[in-house]
Structure formats: C-alpha cells, structure tokens
C-alpha cells in the first residue's frame, strides 16, 4: 500500500471551500481480515485501485447542498455554525438530483487543468481511502477508546451532528470518515464480497439498496470502523445519513460491472 505525505498530494478547492484531494492507485485488502467483523465484511479480498480520484476531505456541508439545491432537508439547522455542519436526511433520489444539478453547474469548468465530473465513490474507493494505507479496525489502531480524538458517535456526539473537520484527520487528509454520519456509495448491497470487487461499482440489476459506509452520530463505536458496512434503501432519509463527493477526470471514471443477480438475492444481514 502507499503511505502519502499530504503536504505534497495533489489537491484543488471548490466555490464552497471544500478541498478534493488526490487518491493515488494502489492495492489493499477489502474487508475483514481480523475475523472480528460482521459476516458482510467477508470474505476479505484484494482490490486494485487502477484509476486516480480526487475526494472530497469532508462531507458535503449543509450550505454546499442549499446553494446548489436551493433547500435544506437537514434535521440539525439550527444555530450560526448549521451551515457547517453535514447535510442529512437525504435519499439517494435526492443524491442523484443534487449530482445532476452540480454536474449541470460545472460543466465545462476545469480543475488543476482537467475536465471532469462529480459522482458518488464506490465503496473499495471509500474504504481505501479511509484505511488510507492502514489494516486495523480503524486507520489510528484497534482500540475504540481512541475513537473520541477521530470520530464523532453515540459516545460523544451530544446528540446531534457536529460541524465537519474538527477530528483529526486520517493520514491521508480525509476527516469524518469514522462517524458523523453515514455516506452513500454508489454500490448496490450485497450480503458480502463473494465474487471479489474491484474499483467499479458493485451493480445489482432490479436492486434499490445501497452501500452506506462511515457509521453515524447515533450509532455505537463498532459502526464507526473502517471496514464496517450497512445499505439503506434508494428512498431512505435519515439524520444520520450524509454525503462524500468525488471528482474524476472524464477519462478515469471505472465502469459500472453489472452482476446479474435478482433483488431476491439479497441478504439484508
């Protein structure tokens, strides 16, 4: 795996003052590797990330979604610091829209001299770069009492969302990836990796549930972890489920790998 030294990673800021960092090709270990997961996280599989993408260091804040969507689904509003906080509440209905309306925006707009387009990260991405070159239950070691420093959760949320980016951020520049709240992918849900994967998404024709990764501000510790996944239906809202975007040059965008199977195949453990 690369281990990246994010004073020199490439990286580019939006109008919003999001920052988008460079994820470099590699190959890691998906999954459960430990035996101290959930039976979804099996059976760990190796994955070559291939294609070179820029992700966003921070959810997709409240204020970002309202500029560009003209309304604010959020459940947590309230105060002066709102805007800074995660959009929530949001179904992969209202995801696909808001992608559509920001693509529409920045269409033909460059970024570090390149054309390219905002989407959803399949899930290896989103594990990838939250493992950022590291294999233990989280990307700072195995104990939860360290969670605090890095996370937001059940344990030390208050009992609501919080600003992004006051944790520390991983070794790769990418905050609140372990907690605040639950982001989608653009994978359809599978029961678990048989078959192995690959940087393209996980396409399940006929299926309407999706790959949510990170844990949320509601959720016990274990959530948090990086190899730990849940789906939530295409309708789905919840204030604990949120948002990463990423931008990819139009000549590195994986294709979509349809499997085949029925939505009766699918196993909601």
């Known amino acids: 795996m690369i281990m990246t030294n994010t004073s020199t990673t490439p990286f580019f800021t939006d109008q919003y003052g999001s920052t988008y960092r460079l994820v470099e090709p590699g190959t890691f270990t998906l999954g459960d590797t430990q035996q101290t997961g959930h039976p979804n996280e099996q059976p760990a599989c190796s994955v070559s990330i291939t294609d070179p993408f820029f992700l ?3 959810p997709v804040t409240q204020a970002q979604w309202a500029d560009v969507m003209g309304t604010n689904p959020s459940k947590f509003q309230e105060g ?3 805007g800074l906080r995660p959009v929530e509440n949001i179904s992969m209905n209202d995801v696909e829209q808001f992608l559509d309306a920001l693509n529409q925006r920045e269409e033909g707009n460059t970024q570090l001299g390149l054309v390219g387009r905002w989407r959803l990260p399949c899930e290896t991405e989103w594990e990838y770069a939250c493992r950022a070159g590291t294999s233990g239950r989280w990307w700072f070691g195995d104990k939860d009492v360290e969670l605090d420093e890095h996370g937001w959760h059940a344990g030390n949320s208050g009992g609501s969302t919080r600003e992004v980016g006051l944790k520390k951020a991983n070794p790769w520049g990418f905050h609140d990836m372990n907690g605040l709240v639950n982001e989608w992918c653009a994978d359809s849900w599978h029961r678990d990796y048989s078959g192995g994967r690959s940087q393209a998404p996980h396409s399940i024709e006929g299926s309407n549930r999706f790959v949510v990764r990170g844990g949320s501000w509601f959720t016990e510790s274990d959530s948090t972890r990086s190899g730990s996944r849940m789906f939530a239906d295409r309708e789905k809202r919840s204030d604990g489920l949120g ?9 590195e965008q994986p294709e979509s790998i349809d499997q085949g199977a029925s939505p009766s195949s699918i196993d909601q453990s």
């Open 80 to 82: 002066w610091s709102a």
């Open 56 to 58: 966003a260091e921070r």
């Open 243 to 251: 948002v990463r975007l990423v931008w990819s040059p139009e000549d």
